[in-house]
């Protein structure tokens, strides 16, 4: 066997640059016993927590590979329950920062999560239009609600009724359009929708006791209002209610409109947790607040007004109306308008003890605000309290570059250059710039220029962190800009149809005695077509040049005389890069396709398919003939010119990778996407076997393939509204394959010990019994016993999908150690829960074994003794802990699960305003 080419991994080393992702949306979380102070938002896979007034980043709850989608904290504001791209949910403990519940049951991205009252139970909504209602304390799936045509966007419980409302991307009004946003108020009773225009919606929920008629068949029962009724047609286009057994049902009658100031459609509608306060906006910047009135303060507000008009029919010599009404418009009143300095995508209300109004915004241009609002005042104004842009881009990152000793990272946007430094990754210089669309650092690394979308070239002096000179280089966009071998110029490609040759030279400044730094074009050379990138060869002698016309033509640096020109790629060619000894050209095209060049006679070596979408940036590993490229399909990519072998795929980002660089000594590789992201790469120093990672991906591609398999048919379950809550996953078959191996040693163990014994029994003295290592492994315990630690392990949320997996042979022996288990009363829940549904999904097959029918009798008697025993154990224990919070309330004149933060905020407030009297008086 020959040498095999050994090649070194790159793996992840940071995320930086990234405030919050503009998807998902925006919490405030209890943290270190404070609430309205910390905030969690996305950032790509992971959720930040943020501390908004120190404006620094506290927790950082780590996800695997998919981006976050939504997000939920629990009402006790303990957990935080995390939404995923590829439909899992997971929730973490705030204090601990580690992910204690995983959910599986979405097939697609979750995009709306809510927690009851209690934070009992979590509802999630998906793009695969269905809805799953969990178990939090029991961490498994209840049911799966099916019904709506398109992603369900909101979740809303009804804690008096015990009911779900659900709102799909086409929920709709029956005459304005869709329905974008809606929110309970005044303790359930009413619901408040916006849609496409300028008014929100408020209407009535009236709870119905449905009388059934036994003589009725059940096709023509009514479930709601009948059908020639108004209400019945805005209720049945706007709302979906899951009804449970006690047959209620809710109609909706419309009450009037709130007309907002934005006149776009409403993004997001939401109220506080109190419910007293309620705010939405649009596709603008602007949020806008609305106070709903309790009912004292109604009441109040009524009197005030009956006493009003009462006076008025006195003045007037009128009788006085028999009855008074507030408007709408009372009831919901306008408190002020918030502008945000950017479009808002989601906001978060909090009502502190003082009475403040905290409101927190997510900007799309990755900032975090957050604002207070001072109820007290007479015309309450929203003040900013924070900005959270620490070391941030507004916009999207379009050019990269390493210094020259690896340690410091360039990267501009649209608005401002930014310098890092790559050990600690914290931001040390940002600079505004116009639209930057490529730089460079210049030779000693205390300047950089960058090359703008005006044509305009920038250089800057980072000591000093001023522009110290523009000149106006192009007539168009400034595409590319490339380092002489030399370092005594560079040269640029424009959309202007020229390359234009430049050098570096000292002039005295005018301002300082002191020279600096300036650049002076030199040569230029006219095409035909708009150039897209230029590259030096490593010995200065030849210049690439891509071209709008998909071609990459060669010319002689000296004379400027065309030398070569490389067609092939159907789109234009986006980036390229020459090797270090200077004889293979690579270039990567809006065609996917990346091709490699020999630059003696221009001959195409290999043409690659290299990426789902075009390529957006290639690079060569220095002093190598490995190369990165970088791709719209959110991966960048490993390749080897001389084989033209795919390496490795560096996964991360989540959308297009506009960008990257690689550091000088190639150890580094930093990259940036349009989710806002930078990333930095470190290559490691394991090593690689193509072999390993085929199979690796082969693999992962397998498990995928499980996943998007149809789920088993259970019996006695009708593919209607309702379905099992979890879904088959790779991990439900290795919880299956466990139990059944588990089984498997107990067969054999039992049938060596059956062999044991009559062995001794022929022998007529004891011979030592040989035991299994894995049991020994354990402990020395017994087989059966080894079939319930087996079967404890498997994760609650996967239970039933392993169960529905196994195969039935298998089920007789579990069904025989469940009895065994039971009688010794161990995990009576667990096995409970296992034993009922095995009987549902295998009830023809059990009820017909006749082996079997023992075994069902006695588990039923065992069944039945031990859940009654372990009721009266855990209503004993109910009732003496009762009893003893009793006994301490009226002992220490204390109230348990109180929230004493609040009485103790509303002590200080009457001691200062009793202080405050005593000083008057005094």
Same mark, same amino acid.
């Given at each position: ?187 359930? =009773? ?7 225009? $300028? ?123 028999? $009855? ?66 620490? #070391? ?399 079967? =404890?392990?498997? =994760? ?43 009987? =549902? ?6 009820? #017909? ?74």
């Amino acid at each position: 066997m020959g040498l095999t080419r050994q090649y070194l991994r790159y793996e992840p080393a940071a995320l930086f640059g990234l405030v919050a992702s503009a998807r998902g949306s925006v919490a405030f979380v209890a943290l270190r016993g404070e609430r309205g102070r910390y905030v969690a938002v996305p950032g790509c896979e992971h959720v930040f927590v943020w501390d908004t007034r120190k404006g620094e980043k506290v927790l950082i709850l780590k996800g695997l590979k998919q981006e976050v989608s939504c997000l939920c904290p629990s009402p006790d504001g303990l957990h935080l329950a995390v939404g995923y791209e590829d439909g899992s949910i997971r929730v973490f403990n705030l204090l601990s920062g580690e992910a204690s519940i995983t959910f599986n049951g979405h097939r697609a991205a979750v995009t709306a999560l809510q927690y009851d009252h209690l934070g009992g139970r979590l509802v999630s909504g998906s793009k695969d239009t269905e809805v799953i209602v969990w178990d939090v304390i029991n961490e498994s799936g209840l049911y799966r609600l099916r019904g709506h045509k398109d992603a369900v966007t909101q979740v809303l419980f009804l804690k008096e009724k015990n009911l779900l409302v659900t709102r799909g991307s086409f929920s709709s009004h029956c005459a304005s359009g869709q329905v974008w946003g809606m929110a309970l108020l005044s303790k359930e =009773k009413r619901l408040i929708t916006g849609s496409a225009d $300028s008014e929100l919606r408020v209407w009535d929920l009236t709870y119905i006791q449905e009388v059934k008629d036994p003589d009725e068949p059940e096709s023509k029962k009514s479930k709601g209002p009948s059908p020639g009724t108004e209400e019945n047609t805005e209720e049945d286009e706007t709302l979906e209610l899951d009804e449970h057994p006690e047959e209620r049902i809710v109609k909706c009658s419309k009450v009037g409109s709130i007309v907002r100031e934005g006149r776009d459609r409403v993004v997001t509608l939401a109220t506080d947790r109190m419910g007293k306060f309620l705010a939405c906006h649009g596709t603008d910047a602007v949020l806008e607040v609305f106070t709903v009135l309790s009912e004292e303060e109604l009441q109040k507000k009524l009197e005030k007004k009956i006493k009003k008009a009462k006076k008025k029919a006195k003045q007037k010599s009128e009788e006085a109306p028999e $009855s008074v009404e507030l408007s709408l418009q009372e009831e919901i009143q306008r408190v002020t308008n918030v502008k945000a300095s950017s479009k808002i995508k989601s906001f978060d209300l909090i009502l502190s003890p003082k009475g403040e109004l905290k409101i927190v915004l997510l900007l799309q241009n990755n900032v975090i605000e957050s604002y207070n609002l001072d109820l007290s005042a007479q015309v309450p104004q929203a003040v900013r309290a924070s900005k959270i842009t620490i #070391g941030g881009h507004r916009s999207d990152v379009r050019t990269l570059a390493f210094s020259s000793d690896n340690i410091a990272i360039l990267s501009a946007a649209a608005e401002s250059v930014k310098i890092w430094n790559r050990s600690t990754l914290q931001c040390i210089r940002t600079m505004d710039c116009e639209y930057a669309l490529c730089s460079l650092f210049v030779p000693g690394d205390r300047q950089v220029i960058v090359g703008t979308k005006t044509g305009k070239l920038q250089l800057y002096d980072l000591a000093s962190g001023s522009l110290m000179e523009t000149l106006n280089a192009h007539d168009g966009a400034v595409w590319s800009i490339a380092l002489s071998p030399d370092q005594r110029g560079f040269v640029t490609g424009g959309a202007d149809k020229c390359v234009k040759f430049w050098e570096f030279e000292l002039v005295k400044d005018e301002s300082s005695v002191q020279k600096r730094l300036s650049m002076k074009h030199v040569r230029i050379l006219q095409l035909d077509e708009d150039v897209l990138c230029v590259r030096y060869s490593p010995n200065q002698k030849l210049l690439a040049v891509s071209l709008l016309d998909c071609t990459v033509k060669i010319f002689y640096i000296d004379t400027l005389k065309f030398f070569l020109s490389l067609y092939g790629h159907k789109l234009p060619v986006l980036c390229m890069d020459i090797c270090y000894d200077g004889t293979l050209i690579a270039t990567g095209s809006a065609d996917r396709n990346v091709k490699i060049w020999g630059l003696d006679f221009g001959d195409c070596h290999r043409s690659l398919f290299a990426h789902d979408d075009s390529v957006m940036y290639l690079q060569f590993v220095p002093k190598s003939h490995l190369f990165f490229t970088a791709g719209k399909d959110s991966k960048i990519k490993q390749w080897d010119a001389d084989k033209f072998e795919h390496i490795q795929t560096l996964e991360g980002h989540h959308q297009e990778v506009w960008c990257l660089a690689l550091s000088p000594n190639g150890d580094y590789v930093v990259s940036a996407s349009h989710d806002k992201s930078l990333r930095l790469w470190e290559r490691t120093r394991e090593p690689l076997i193509l072999e390993e990672e085929r199979e690796m991906q082969q693999e992962a591609e397998y498990e995928e393939s499980v996943a998007k398999e149809e789920q088993p048919v259970v019996p006695g379950e009708t593919q209607g509204e309702t379905g099992l809550a979890g879904k088959k996953t790779i991990e439900t078959i290795k919880a299956a394959e466990r139990i059944m191996e588990a089984i498997e040693l107990y067969r054999e163990e039992m049938a060596k010990l059956k062999e044991h014994n009559t062995i001794c029994k022929a022998a007529g003295k004891e011979v030592p019994f040989p035991v299994n290592p894995i049991l020994r492994a354990y402990g020395n315990i017994t087989p059966s016993a080894y079939v319930l630690e087996v079967f =404890k392990k498997v =994760k609650s949320s996967e239970l039933e999908e392993s169960l529905l997996v196994l195969p039935f042979s298998y089920v007789p022996d579990l069904l025989r150690l469940f009895n065994e288990y039971i009688h010794l009363g161990s995990d009576v829940e667990l096995l409970c829960r296992a034993l009922l549904f095995l009987l =549902k999904i295998h009830f023809g097959q059990i009820t #017909g074994n006749h082996m079997l029918v023992t075994v069902i009798e006695d588990l039923k008697k065992t069944t039945i003794s031990r859940v009654s025993e372990a009721r009266d154990v855990l209503g004993f224990n109910m009732a003496g802990l009762q009893f003893l919070k009793r006994e301490i309330e009226a002992k220490d004149e204390v109230t348990f699960f109180a929230d004493a933060t609040e009485r103790f905020e509303e002590k200080k407030r009457k001691r200062k305003k009793k202080e405050k009297m005593v000083l008057a008086v005094l």
